[in-house]
């Protein structure tokens, strides 16, 4: 059995957060995507294809924002193990169940840093024929040299910082914050 928090970690583990989006900021943004989408995809039935762990929180809010009938699809990648410095190698542990020939998806992303996941993503979903396919993303990472990615729907362009919370995690904790923020000393 793995432990991700020293006993030490465990009693200030929110102390050092410095808050960047509350939690009525995120349901805030989070509102306005869930309009965009719904009104964009009117008369459609669009695929959520969400990448997981860090967008879990995200699409579970977003989804139910949006109006108009999706389904879900999940996909897993490991870019990152549990450091925070890009490794370059993007792995899929986790494949769509779904065909989405000919479907409209959407691809729902907790945060983009260099882009790499993404670029990678996008040429893997595009090689399998959707009908059209679009990002979402909750947070962009202002970045030197980023791959470039078409981001439709975009909630926050944040600072090179490493940022926690909301789904996203450094070496698995912190996902459940209700908000985000960065870890001070950490860049
Ligand atoms: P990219 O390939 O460099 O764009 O990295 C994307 C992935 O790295 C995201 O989906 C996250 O899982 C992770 N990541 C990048 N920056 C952060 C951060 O500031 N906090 C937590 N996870 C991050
Ligand atoms: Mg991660």
Do not use: Q
Not at 17 to 39: M, Q, R
Not at 129 to 143: F, G, T, W, Y
Not at 164 to 178: F, H, K, M, Q, T
Request: charged fraction near 30%; proline fraction near 3%; aromatic fraction near 12%.
């Amino acid at each position: 059995m793995e432990h991700f928090v020293s006993e030490d970690e465990k009693l200030d583990w929110k102390n050092n957060i410095n808050v960047l989006f509350s939690e009525e900021a995120l349901k805030k943004k989070v509102s306005e995507l869930g309009y965009a989408i719904s009104k964009d995809y009117k008369d459609r039935n669009p695929i959520l294809i969400a990448v997981l762990k860090g967008s879990f929180i995200f699409i579970a809010d977003l989804c139910r924002r949006i109006t108009v009938p999706v389904i879900f699809d999940f996909m897993a990648v490991s870019s990152y193990g549990d450091s925070m410095v890009s490794s370059g190698v993007v792995r899929i542990t986790k494949d769509l169940d779904y065909s989405i020939e000919n479907r409209d998806v959407l691809i729902i992303e907790d945060i983009i840093d260099s882009g790499r996941t993404l670029n990678y993503l996008v040429k893997n979903i595009e090689a399998r024929n959707p009908k059209s396919i679009e990002i979402c993303a909750l947070l962009d990472k202002d970045v030197p040299g980023k791959f470039k990615n078409k981001i439709k729907y975009k909630g926050f362009d944040i600072p090179n910082k490493f940022v926690v919370g909301y789904g996203l995690d450094y070496a698995e904790n912190y996902r459940n914050l209700p908000y985000i923020g960065y870890i001070e000393n950490i860049s």
